[in-house]
């Protein structure tokens, strides 16, 4: 019996950290990725899930290139060693999350998790750079973006978004065949759009082989005009570490 509640707790750990998503925020002072549920106010921190991080890397994108950024590690996230103006965009992703494991009877699935996250400084267009990525296609209207997510380079159809405020307020939107779809975005401020896919191929990470990928991206926007943001609950308090 000990052994099986040991394993559930394990498993429900587990679960609480790969439902979480990364995402970038920006101010003067500079930007910094966080882990945990934006809608929530939840950002997990140090002792704890944020632990899980082995190296984060990050990358600022202009018409220069790309340009690597490095990441520090804080009690509550990664500062980026840069920020974007406008025209340029940062990207993040944690290519070495720990692989987790999941038995049921012989078998075993080894499941490996990717998050990362994308902030643009405006919604003109943008091409890809992350395995899974969200970004801009420079079309909208007052109070919307069309957005197009994107697999390994290539448009990935159907694709399921979720738009969230730091109110909590979401709306579920779903891509057309070519992946493009348009979000409406009705309050001044922050946004954060999440992306999910899962790869059932199967692959090897060095030396680690996987049967399943989950890849988590968000994409950060901010929109200066609209009706006043609606306020934020109260921090949610962070997991403890498994």
């Not at 052994?3 to 587990?14: P, Q, Y």
């Not at 998050?115 to 909208?140: F, N």
């Not at 109110?167 to 070519?178: I, K, N, T, V």
């Amino acid at each position: 019996m000990k052994l099986t509640i040991a394993t559930l707790v394990l498993a429900s750990c587990a679960m609480t950290a790969q439902a979480h998503q990364v995402w970038l925020e920006q101010d003067t002072q500079g930007a910094t990725l966080y882990f945990g549920e934006y809608g929530d106010n939840l950002r997990e921190a140090s002792p704890g899930l944020l632990d899980k991080f082995v190296k984060p890397v990050g990358r600022k994108l202009s018409a220069k290139g790309a340009e690597p950024l490095p990441l520090s590690k804080t009690a509550t996230g990664f500062v980026l060693a840069g920020r974007a103006a406008r025209g340029e965009s940062l990207v993040a992703e944690e290519p070495a999350y720990p692989i987790s494991e999941r038995r049921q009877g012989d078998a075993v699935t080894r499941s490996l998790y990717v998050p990362a996250a994308r902030l643009v400084t405006d919604l003109s267009k943008q091409e890809p750079a992350l395995t899974l990525d969200l970004v801009p296609t420079g079309q909208g209207s007052q109070g919307s973006a069309q957005v197009q997510a994107f697999y390994k380079g290539k448009p990935l159809p159907k694709a399921k978004v979720s738009v969230v405020t730091a109110s909590g307020w979401a709306r579920e939107y779903h891509a057309d065949d070519a992946g493009r779809l348009t979000v409406n975005l009705p309050w001044q401020g922050t946004y954060v759009l999440e992306l999910a896919h899962t790869d059932t191929a199967g692959g090897e990470r060095g030396a680690e082989k996987w049967d399943r990928a989950t890849y988590v991206t968000s994409l950060t926007l901010v929109r200066a005009e609209g009706l006043p943001a609606l306020p934020a609950p109260q921090p949610a308090a962070p997991n403890p570490a498994d």
